[in-house]
């Protein structure tokens, strides 16, 4: 472990989301919701067909034309040690009109929401839109630390624990840097 915020509610950790044993981990998506690189890649690589399957029902049934920027949705988690993937669409960096911040906050308040309303405890977010997606490290340390407390203090909810995985120390000092946890 790293370093842990809001009396422990908070934990950043160095490591690889497929390997997480949370009730969710969250996919840093993009709209078509039918995989990529990344995170995205590795979770439907490491998680098997049943997590692309669900997908492409929600494609079907809710959002024929994409997921839009900044929402979630969640699969079952096929062979990954994880209950569940709440897949969220990050914004492109300087493709958004400036509304980037506003957009990677609405993941993480969308995705802690889903995460609620399915009575989880345990979530397990990548650093979304700090890879192919370019958004700036330190940027999105202040925008998705602000998103998580606020959504933690406001809402009604039972979630006991969330994870901030990093894939590199380095990314992880990043965030550690920048973070704006209370
Ligand atoms: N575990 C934890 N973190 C990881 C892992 C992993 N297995 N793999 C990468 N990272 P990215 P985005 C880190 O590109 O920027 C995909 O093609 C990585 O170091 O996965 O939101 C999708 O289909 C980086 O900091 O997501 C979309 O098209 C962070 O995870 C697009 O990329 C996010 O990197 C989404 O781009």
């Known amino acids: 472990?790293?370093?842990?915020?809001?009396?422990?509610?908070?934990?950043?950790?160095?490591?690889?989301?497929?390997?997480?044993?949370?009730?969710?981990?969250?996919?840093?998506?993009n709209s078509t919701l039918l995989g990529g690189g990344g995170v995205d890649g590795a979770i439907h690589r490491v998680g098997g067909g049943k997590i692309l399957e669900e997908c492409r029902e929600i494609r079907r049934k809710i959002y024929p034309e994409g997921l839009p920027t900044g929402e979630a949705v969640i699969t079952t988690a096929g062979n990954l040690p994880a209950r569940y993937v709440i897949h969220t669409v990050g914004p492109i960096?300087?493709?958004?009109?400036?509304?980037?911040?506003e957009l990677l906050a609405a993941c993480y308040r969308n995705s802690l929401a889903l995460a609620a309303e399915h009575a989880l405890a345990?979530?397990?977010?990548?650093?979304?839109?700090?890879?192919?997606?370019?958004?700036?490290r330190a940027?999105?340390?202040?925008?998705?630390?602000?998103?998580?407390?606020?959504f933690l203090k406001s809402?009604?909810?039972?979630i006991e624990e969330v994870r901030l995985?990093?894939?590199q120390q380095r990314d992880a000092e990043d965030f550690l840097r920048h973070q704006r946890f209370s």
């Open 1 to 29: 472990m790293f370093e842990t915020f809001l009396d422990g509610r908070v934990r950043v950790l160095v490591g690889d989301i497929t390997r997480e044993r949370a009730d969710a981990v969250v996919n840093a998506a």
């Open 139 to 150: 940027e999105a340390a202040q925008v998705s630390s602000q998103a998580i407390e606020e």
């Open 165 to 167: 995985l990093f894939f």
């Open 93 to 101: 960096y300087g493709m958004q009109d400036g509304r980037e911040a």
């Open 122 to 136: 345990s979530i397990a977010f990548p650093s979304i839109s700090t890879g192919a997606f370019g958004y700036p």
């Open 155 to 158: 809402a009604e909810h039972l």
